[in-house]
């Protein structure tokens, strides 16, 4: 995990006067510049809130620019002539468009052909890995379904067909082929393809000698059955929902969340307000589409978590900061572990973050107001450990056996959550070696405990 | 040029050095123009290995097309300057074709109430349908444009779009590497003469993407449908079908009109695009898309070395005082 802290100085009239290369290279490509107004939306309107309440505060950063998202954590001092920018854990990943060349597609494997067809299943393409037999000759332009003879399923349907009509990914289509070595069973798969005004282009994908099926799928099939027969259970139909949902919620969020603070004058505060729940409501489905997308992430096969070099003394105090305001507004005290107090381990630094704040998170949202949460880290042995703890309803014996279940919300109706977060967070917990475990008991609050590898 | 980074006595310097020299050489020439990124030299040098790969398949079988290749690595590849602008101008149109389908719209997803019911309601597209010359000259173009790509989805040259001028001094290059391989001469040097003759025949036989771009071209103009068509291209970011339009309207090859698309100030595409009667605003995201390609090259501009002194002379004249009496 890198540490470096990338800093920014705004002015009072919300120039930006100084700024390493990451977030000068950010504010350049949003089209402005030094001795510019901030140009990035969200930054802007948390330095605008620091500057107003006149002081600190730390807050995850989201921004975009045309080819990347970017992921931070910020800390905005304010002061008299204006405010002083502290990001750290600066994070990038492409912008996954579904329209991009399908990464999740497995090219054709040694022993298989990989082929594209237009919308009309006329095959545009077809090629053979390295150990495959060539193709037969004359395939151009032939339908899909004459040269590989198509088989239908137990149920009488044809996956291709099905996929076809909702113009969606396919696969385990049956298929019989005459190839150099007789004929031969084969299984195939696709993705299908749009152009830039989204219209179906048609299909790209593999086919693979029927007996090396089972190989092939297990890199793509993600069937889950608490998902059902959803196409969210499909990793493509996944990404693509996500990439197709983040945007348009940020930017409802970005705005409610402008009006709501009145950034641009001030309006009724009944209309304030409905914007304020415009902007909950939308971080609310922004957090299940984070969620899902976790999800599918790490249920994954062959998910691995990174193994940083961390300190789970600085995790808590770090998820304290980005959570601390919350905590405040219902008069919660958190009692984080002091600076020196240190818990060396190993873990995916942005991971056990992720984990401490869906805890912290958790602590806030159902303990009283004017309650104490305490966050206390340790060492046992060759584990690293940090506890929090909270004075709320607590967790019955039968319910801690379910709190780690998918969806499961303990009956609560509440906007709050996706009944994900605690599914997720002990799977990560279980991916860096460690684990997440609860010890509760009804009227005495909630222990919720990480554990990971310690270091020395 | 070598001349003049071969100091007397010296000898000539080694190839490492001789590189740097000319590179340096040419940033000395240019120092304002934009360097190629490492993308590109990547991308570029992975379509000539893969270019130079088949070449050597369709001349002998037995090559060793990575043998070959580390050899040509090592010492340069010979007729560097030939493979440079097809190279290129693949490479080129590679990332605007990737860069262009990452900035593409998310595609519309039906809604379940449309798919309701549709699952295989309309069956297998019929495979004997109809089709129309303008469809089977698209569908044709589709099949030469993908085979411009290897089974990875790497970009590459087919060799049916190979410039025959090129082909055949790539398959003579390749056929001295085997003879000096295999040691021997005589036979092996007959047949492998054979082959390249071969090669050459089997290659003017084969119908790559000139031809087809040709063929739909011209089912489209007689169905008075190119306008529509080629403003079509553009909405939908069809970069190869919009390629293979121009080019066979202007009657050049698909790699150089590939080229000077890529190239063409922005001001200048209206006048390139002008055979296929797009409407101006039609193009405007074509001009995006371009616009938007980093590190694009743009043509136009300096003047070559032996442009210099007509360079000189012109410049003088304009800042020449007028002869006495004409002022």
Request: glycine share 8%; hydrophobic share 45%.
């Amino acid at each position: 995990m890198s540490a470096r802290i990338v800093r920014g100085r705004i002015d009072r009239a919300g120039t930006l006067v100084s700024a390493d290369a990451p977030l000068l290279r950010l504010q350049q490509r949003a089209g402005a510049g030094l001795e510019k107004p901030l140009a990035l939306p969200h930054l802007a309107r948390l330095v605008a809130l620091a500057q107003r309440l006149q002081r600190d505060i730390s807050r995850p950063l989201h921004a975009a620019d045309d080819h990347s998202d970017v992921h931070a954590l910020v800390r905005i001092i304010p002061d008299a002539d204006g405010a002083s920018l502290e990001i750290s854990d600066w994070r990038t990943r492409p912008v996954a468009q579904p329209q991009a060349p399908p990464h999740g597609t497995p090219p054709a494997a040694a022993g298989g052909w990989s082929w594209e067809c237009d919308a009309r299943l006329r095959l545009i393409a077809l090629r053979a890995g390295v150990e495959a037999p060539p193709p037969p000759a004359g395939w151009e332009g032939r339908s899909l379904s004459e040269l590989f003879e198509l088989q239908p399923d137990g149920d009488g349907h044809f996956a291709v067909l099905r996929a076809l009509a909702r113009q969606a990914p396919f696969e385990a289509q049956s298929a019989r082929i005459d190839a150099a070595g007789g004929r031969a069973a084969t299984t195939l798969s696709g993705d299908p393809l749009f152009d830039a005004a989204g219209g179906f282009t048609g299909f790209r994908g593999v086919a693979m000698p029927a007996d090396s099926r089972r190989e092939d799928a297990s890199g793509r099939s993600l069937a889950d059955p608490a998902f059902g027969s959803l196409p969210l259970s499909d990793p493509q139909f996944g990404r693509r929902i996500d990439g197709a949902l983040r945007g348009p919620l940020s930017r409802i969020i970005a705005t409610a969340e402008t009006i709501s603070g009145q950034f641009d004058g001030p309006i009724r505060a009944d209309y304030a307000r409905y914007a304020g729940d415009i902007a909950h409501a939308g971080r609310h489905l922004l957090g299940l589409v984070d969620d899902l997308a976790d999800l599918q992430n790490i249920e994954r096969p062959g998910f691995k978590a990174a193994r940083d070099e961390i300190d789970l003394g600085d995790l808590a105090r770090r998820a304290v900061g980005l959570l601390g305001m919350k905590a405040e507004e219902k008069g919660i005290r958190i009692d984080a572990p002091r600076t020196d107090d240190q818990a060396p381990a190993y873990g995916e630094f942005r991971r056990v973050l992720q984990v401490l704040l869906n805890l912290l998170g958790n602590a806030i949202r159902y303990s009283p107001e004017n309650s104490l949460i305490w966050i206390r880290v340790d060492r046992e042995d060759d584990r690293a450990t940090v506890t929090v703890a909270d004075q709320g309803q607590g967790i019955s014996v039968d319910q801690q056996a379910v709190v780690f279940e998918k969806f499961e919300r303990l009956g609560r109706t509440d906007s709050g959550g996706s009944g994900l977060g605690l599914y997720i967070a002990r799977r990560l917990a279980r991916a860096m070696d460690g684990d997440l475990v609860v010890d509760s008991a009804p009227g005495q609050g909630a222990r919720f405990t990480l554990s990971l590898p310690a270091r020395d | 040029m070598r001349d003049l980074l071969a100091s007397p006595g010296t000898g000539l310097p080694s190839l490492p050095l001789s590189a740097r020299l000319k590179e340096m050489a040419d940033y000395l020439a240019a120092p304002g123009a934009a360097r190629l990124t490492e993308e590109q030299r990547a991308l570029a040098l992975g379509i000539a290995r893969r270019l130079v790969a088949d070449v050597a398949a369709r001349l002998d079988a037995a090559i060793d097309p990575a043998t070959l290749w580390l050899d040509w690595i090592e010492g340069g590849l010979p007729g560097a300057e030939r493979l440079a602008a097809p190279c290129f101008a693949r490479a080129e149109e590679h990332r605007w074709r990737e860069q262009s389908a990452l900035r593409a719209a998310p595609p519309r997803i039906p809604s379940p109430e449309e798919t309701a019911g549709a699952d295989e309601a309309d069956g297998m597209p019929a495979v004997d349908a109809p089709m129309t010359d303008i469809d089977r000259g698209y569908l044709a173009l589709q099949i030469a444009d993908r085979r411009r790509t290897d089974a990875l989805g790497n970009p590459c040259i087919a060799v049916a779009d190979l410039d025959a001028d090129l082909f055949r001094a790539l398959l003579l290059d390749i056929a001295a590497w085997r003879l000096v391989e295999l040691g021997k001469a005589g036979a092996e040097a007959a047949r492998l003469g054979d082959a390249v003759r071969a090669a050459l025949a089997a290659q003017a036989g084969e119908a790559g993407i000139d031809a087809a771009a040709a063929r739909w071209h011209r089912a489209l103009e007689a169905e008075g449908a190119l306008a529509e068509a080629a403003a079509a291209t553009i909405a939908r970011h069809d970069w190869p079908a919009l390629i293979a339009l121009a080019a066979a309207a202007h009657r050049r090859r698909y790699g150089e009109m590939a080229l000077t698309l890529l190239t063409a100030e922005t001001a200048a595409l209206p006048s390139l695009l002008a055979p296929l009667r797009v409407d101006r605003m039609a193009l405007a995201p074509l001009e995006a898309s371009l616009t938007l390609l980093p590190g694009r090259t743009i043509s136009g501009g300096g003047a070559a070395d032996e442009d210099y002194a007509a360079l000189l002379a012109a410049r003088a004249e304009r800042v020449a005082p007028p002869p006495d009496g004409e002022a």
